[in-house]
Nanobody, 119 residues
Framework: VQLQASGGGLVQAGGSLRLSCTAP????????MGWFRQAPGKEREFVAG????????LYSDSVRGRFTISKDNAKNTVYLQMNSLKREDTAVYYC?????????????WGQGTQVTVSS
């Protein structure tokens, strides 16, 4: 397994969760890591990404200001702090890694972690 995601769960609207994604014993280079999500009946969408070298981050419009992506290079781990959660944030969240700069192309994926936001 290349990437391992964790931290999902059930939370009330307005609450917070923190997702983690590790690459234990990774044997590949990382250019960037990102989080994606897929809600039932919808296509997978980009949520946030972070460049490994300098921490430069990018967010989708739907989560900007509520979610924060961060990283710990020493632990090969990326985090997604999700605050002010809304019902529409309910989805399976996936982490992914790019080994080189290629727009929209992620080489490695973790298993999903379910996030459910209740009203």
């Amino acid at each position: 397994v290349q990437l391992q995601a964790s931290g999902g769960g059930l939370v009330q609207a307005g609450g917070s969760l923190r997702l983690s994604c590790t690459a234990p014993g990774r044997t590949f280079a990382i250019y960037a890591m990102g989080w994606f999500r897929q809600a039932p009946g919808k296509e997978r969408e980009f949520v946030a990404g972070i460049r490994w070298s300098d921490g430069d981050a990018l967010y989708s419009d739907s989560v900007r200001g509520r979610f924060t992506i961060s990283k710990d290079n020493a632990k090969n781990t990326v985090y997604l702090q999700m605050n002010s959660l809304k019902r529409e944030d309910t989805a399976v969240y996936y982490c992914a890694a790019q080994s080189a700069m290629r727009v929209g192309v992620y080489d490695y994926w973790g298993q999903g972690t379910q996030v459910t936001v209740s009203s």
